[in-house]
């Protein structure tokens, strides 16, 4: 009976940390979108409470756009805005702020509903701490990210602070996703194989590196500086990579570099991939890994397809008009969060066996 129960209590909190996990999933393609149409400084202050509701009447809306008429982004891009144009910016701004919010409440719900049914452990306790932390400290980094866009004559946040918060939320979703797969999969599925293991950890930590490129392409809106393929206007290896001074600085904040970067990171990331999948399918494999092992591959040239076409539909980018690069380029980071999650279910299901929180 005590198993039955034991049992059952994981699985309720599997499922718990499930929906967490298809609520950061839609957090960040928010935040996608909340890039996409430019709306991520509409909102000057950071109100966890009271900022809950949008405002409620003509005066309050008046109020809100009077605000953002001080920003540099009105300023100096966005003039010729009237009050409906700001109602929807600030839509997206206020609707991804609302949706983190909404991941606090129905984790602190959970957290208390499953401490009343006693379903959660104490071997649980700290790493649900630990996602509280991390999804606090994601708020703070969003905060700090807006802010970088509201001051001087900055139209946009920072590049490398919109690369921070995003490589946090995928921390976050990949944390919370290993402690799902720690409730959910038996550990007789789990098959020790240090080498693909630590190749598993060698292509994350290049995902890692690649998808902070990826913010910054973003970031500098760096896909239209080069809409061509396979060459980068005209050239394997464009010029002005370095013509920033210190160097080092061309490797963050030249548009040109960050997009050679970005496409290169790609390709070598895919053989490697590829790799990977025939190293993986030499070992012995559990049902679950064999259910799963051509997830990676699979997700890694639908990915280089949506990044060959986000580039080539960057020409037609239109301001303050949803278009088929808008389209590509939220694609193109959602299968990018379904390859991180791939990678991360490989890395658990060949690393070492050990016992279930």
């Not at 001080?70 to 701004?93: A, G, M, S, V």
């Not at 098959?191 to 910054?216: E, M, N, S």
């Not at 920033?244 to 050679?260: A, E, K, Y």
């Amino acid at each position: 009976m005590e198993t039955i129960r034991q049992q059952r209590g994981q699985r309720a909190v599997a499922i718990w940390l499930l929906i967490g996990v298809g609520m950061i999933i839609v957090q960040i393609l928010l935040g996608g979108i909340t890039r996409l149409t430019g709306s991520g400084l509409s909102i000057t202050e950071w109100e966890v409470v009271t900022g809950t509701l949008p405002p409620l009447n003509e005066a309050g809306w008046l109020d809100k756009f009077r605000e953002y008429q001080q920003t540099p982004q009105y300023r100096l891009l966005n003039t010729d805005f009237n009050l409906d144009d700001f109602k929807f910016i600030f839509f997206w701004e206020w609707f991804h702020r609302f949706w983190a919010r909404l991941i606090g409440v129905v984790f602190v719900v959970g957290f208390v509903y499953l401490i009343s049914k006693r379903y959660l452990k104490r071997e649980m306790v700290n790493p649900l701490l630990t996602l509280f932390v991390l999804g606090a400290l994601q708020g703070a980094v969003g905060w700090i990210m807006v802010a970088s866009g509201l001051t001087g004559d900055a139209v946009y946040v920072k590049p490398t602070r919109l690369a921070m918060h995003f490589v946090l939320a995928l921390g976050l979703l990949s944390y919370t996703f290993w402690f799902a797969l720690q409730l959910l999969v038996p550990n007789q599925e789990r098959r020790d194989a240090p080498q693909v293991k630590k190749f598993t950890w060698i292509l994350l930590a290049l995902l890692t590196l690649q998808l902070v490129y990826g913010a910054l392409m973003a970031g500098h809106k760096a896909a239209a500086v080069a809409s061509t393929w396979p060459t980068i206007n005209g050239a394997w290896v464009p010029e002005g990579m370095g013509s920033h001074s210190p160097w080092l600085i061309n490797l963050i904040d030249n548009t040109i570099t960050v997009h050679f970067i970005h496409r290169n990171l790609a390709y070598l990331i895919t053989i490697l991939v590829i790799l990977w999948y025939r190293k993986a399918s030499l070992e012995t494999i559990s049902p679950a890994a064999r259910a799963y092992i051509r997830w990676p591959l699979m997700l890694v040239v639908v990915q280089v397809l949506l990044g060959i076409l986000s580039v080539l539909t960057s020409k037609s980018i239109v301001p303050n008009q949803w278009g088929n690069f808008e389209w590509m380029a939220q694609l193109h980071q959602l299968v990018a969060m379904f390859l991180v999650l791939s990678l991360v279910g490989m890395l658990y299901l060949f690393g070492e066996r050990r016992q279930r929180a």
